[in-house]
């Protein structure tokens, strides 16, 4: 049996995965992990996974982690795309969790695009 404080710790870390995929107004930085089938196959769900922890971690509130259907670019599969407001959208390809984390860091703690990961350089 759990303790009350157990539970609570487990009902705060479940508030705030979900809280990180809602809608946080139109200055948000969005990033759309592409999970249809292909993009499962290919590792997506991992991806999604650290990259949702690391913004977690690092409590950037004005960044939204949700998952979409095929973007269309299968062989480049995992994608992600980071969307931030008034700027040109960003595709990062073959994508890894440790990649994703780094992502994190550069490009949206930082906001230098990490080059080599994105579609014009593979």
Known sequence: ????AELQAIRDKARAQV???EEKGNNAIRVLVGMATCGIAAGARPVLNALVEEVNKRQLSNVIVTQTGCIGICQYEPVVEVVVPGQEKVTYVKMTAEKAV??????LVNGNVVTEYTIGAN
């Open 19 to 21: 809280e990180l995929r």
């Open 102 to 107: 780094r992502v994190v860091n550069d490009h």
């Open 1 to 4: 049996m759990k303790s009350l």
